[in-house]
């Protein structure tokens, strides 16, 4: 048998059917649901007078809209309420597992999916969400859906699909302690580009990628999609198998030992062959810090951000003029220069125990800096949330004056109450920087939970090595 | 989905690349419940000098005469021209839904992000890849005629002007057929219940750790 790559076995196990054009019919074992992409889906379904295929293949959360404090006080925009009720109506009337509102489990799909034993290794998982690429990091072929995919799901659980192409991306070398996850896939995106991967399933190798937790892997493959690939894929090993072992919903005894036995075969054959492939030299990678309104617009911690003078062609340099204006820098600006209004740790990037850790390590005794307006931590579950507290990591944020919220997608995308005013400039753990997308004209600096908290602490980015 | 059919409209130039799909449709409207009436509010951020809200009257917004949509000059476009990597970032298939709402029928671009192109075939919006030699063109006629139009064709996958312009682009078989008869992809593949249901059968033996959890 050919030698194959993580990519083509979990391919593989799940062809349904082969259409001429090559076309396949993908299965799909397991379906994330959340508000803000699954009414369409659903009033579909009603109107066509058509049935859910697996109600058990579905989990439900909502994330996106949810108040991350006064939850007690309901969700006071009627326009977000009807999104989060609707989603609520929905699953009572489809028979669904869903984690509501006040439910400790509710957290930010991403997290919770891990988090639960809900999303495990082998498993084809979808979600109408473009970091579904998260749960990659368990050896998962995952993706981000759009609403028509969601109902197709639903109705049939499964996709027409064409495979995308392999592409290895291979870490080697020991990253600094103060260098994290975050910095690897920034730095990587600076390297390939937001259409980088455009077209692949991108694999993340190599000795730094194996020495990184389960929590950093899915840093990576969470942020995939800012390379243009709608899959990010670590292989099983030791680790992802001691992570998922005793998780609620992961399976028990005889199951668990099949499923174990199956989870270790699911890595890329030695000979494999990919369609493309770099390798990234981890020793050399410093803290990163985005500048513009591009994840790819990355620079080193002791860089400075740069000239559209020197970009390599004139659609560049427009693109970075464009961003030079929105984020209100000039060029040649030291980026330990660059002044910050609000900070935000959270996100399904950033908001698991590990990175909640890494701040607090570097916020204890100290205090948020006085040009700072709003600094918060915005836990990834509630589980998550439980797990600080129990630990004190609350305590040390607050008494540092950070506030302590309630978990949510929250400002990463602020469609809650979450969001910057005009020009007010976030140093941010998030994902995206584009224009807006914080609040309108807001602008937002992508960077690790350490050098946000450092942020936070001195008011400006500083060289946290 | 109705069937796409050949046609003759206007373009709107925008020219940047990595539009991504948070400029197209800004968060706010995707609290709605409805896959229609996004159309107010495509390029919300760009188009209008206030922030908007859901459910306000749109017509009364200051709108922002630097953006090239606001121009007289592009009035009721059915084609958007853009740059590289165009629908990047967030899955919403929210700006797809805008993008035609708005009246456009067809996007070109040197290149798309993949979730954005999947989500544009499964609504009856096409995607047009053209070189950026093409792209170049179109940009300097739009920007220099007035009106300027193209007429786009399915069936031979071509689009031409009045003048000497044309250009031929690919799309796959099944995505051009499914455009030109309007179908529901969901209905073809429940043609293939059977199928379905005998791989689940067999699947359940190897895997049964992923059923019957909830």
């Known amino acids: ?465 | 989905m109705k069937p796409f059919e050949k046609f003759t409209g206007t373009t709107l130039p925008i020219d940047r690349a990595n539009i991504d799909t948070d400029t197209i449709i800004p968060k706010q409207y995707l609290k709605s419940v409805k896959k229609t009436g996004f159309g107010p509010n495509l390029f919300d951020d760009w188009r209008y000098l206030t922030t908007g809200e859901p459910g306000q009257d749109h017509s009364k917004r200051k709108l922002n005469p630097e953006f090239i949509m606001n121009d007289p000059m592009y009035k009721e476009p059915s084609i958007l021209l853009a740059r590289d990597n165009f629908g990047c970032g967030s899955s919403r298939e929210h700006a797809v839904w805008a993008i035609m709402d708005y009246g456009i029928k067809a996007v070109i671009a040197p290149s798309f992000a993949d979730i954005f192109y999947n989500n544009s075939l499964k609504n009856g919006l096409l995607p047009i890849i053209a070189t950026a030699i093409d792209m170049d063109s179109l940009f300097i006629k739009s920007m220099e005629i007035s009106g300027y139009s193209l007429t786009i064709d399915l069936v031979k996958q071509r689009v031409v002007d009045t003048d000497n312009f044309s250009l031929s682009y690919d799309i796959d078989e099944f995505s051009k057929y499914s455009l030109l008869e309007g179908l529901d992809d969901i209905g073809i593949t429940l043609k293939l219940k059977e199928k379905i249901l005998n791989f689940e059968k067999e699947y359940r033996k190897k895997a049964p750790w992923f059923f019957d959890q909830f």
């Open chain 1, 1 to 465: 048998m050919m030698a194959q790559t993580l990519y083509d076995k979990l391919w593989d196990a799940h062809v349904v059917d082969v259409t001429q054009d090559g076309r396949c019919l993908i299965y799909i074992d397991r379906h994330l649901i959340h508000e803000v992409t699954s009414p369409q889906a659903f009033n579909g379904i009603e109107l066509a007078q058509r049935q859910l295929w697996r109600r058990d293949s579905i989990l439900a959360v909502s994330d996106h809209n949810v108040p991350t404090k006064d939850r007690d006080g309901g969700i006071k925009d009627p326009v977000s309420r009807t999104q989060v009720e609707t989603l609520n109506q929905n699953c009572h009337k489809h028979n669904l597992t869903e984690f509501a509102m006040h439910d400790e489990r509710q957290g930010i799909v991403h997290i919770i999916g891990p988090e639960q034993g809900i999303t495990v290794p082998g498993m084809t998982i979808v979600c109408g969400d473009s970091h579904t690429s998260t749960h990659g990091a368990l050896g998962a072929l995952a993706f981000g859906i759009g609403t028509s995919e969601v109902e197709h799901v639903l109705v049939t659980q499964c996709l027409i699909l064409k495979k995308s192409k392999n592409f290895l991306i291979n870490v080697t070398g020991d990253l600094d302690q103060a260098v994290s996850a975050k910095d690897l896939i920034l730095k990587i995106i600076g390297l390939i580009g937001t259409a980088g991967g455009t077209g692949y399933t991108i694999e993340f190798a190599g000795d730094t990628i194996t020495s990184l937790s389960i929590e950093g892997r899915m840093t990576i493959c969470n942020m995939a999609i800012e390379a243009g690939a709608r899959t990010g894929l670590v292989a099983v090993d030791n680790k992802t198998i001691d992570y998922v072992e005793g998780r609620p919903f992961a399976p028990k005894s005889d199951l668990w030992d099949k499923a174990r036995a199956y989870w270790n075969t699911l890595k890329s054959d030695q000979s494999a062959v990919f369609d493309k492939s770099i390798t990234v030299d981890a020793t050399k990678i410093k803290p990163q810090v985005t500048w513009g309104t591009s994840p790819e617009m990355v620079v080193s911690i002791d860089g400075k951000v740069p000239s559209p003078s020197n970009a390599e062609n004139s659609t560049k340099a427009a693109s970075m003029e464009h961003a030079l204006s929105y984020m209100g820098l000039e060029p040649g600006t030291a980026i330990t220069d660059i002044k910050l209004d609000k900070v935000f740790l959270g996100s399904c990037t950033n908001s698991r125990i590990e990175d909640l850790r890494a701040a607090a390590e570097i916020v204890k005794g100290k205090k948020v800096a006085k040009n700072i307006k709003l600094a918060m931590v915005v836990p990834g579950s509630g589980l998550v949330k439980r797990q600080a507290e129990k630990e004190g990591i609350d305590k040390i944020f607050q008494s540092a004056g950070f506030e302590w919220r309630s978990p949510g997608c929250s400002m990463c995308l602020g469609m809650n109450e979450d969001q910057l005013q005009p020009k007010e400039r976030c140093a941010s753990t998030s994902n995206r920087n584009f224009e807006g997308r914080q609040g309108k004209e807001g602008r937002t600096h992508l960077a690790s939970p350490a050098m946000v908290a450092a942020a936070a602490i001195n008011g400006h980015f500083v060289d946290i090595i």
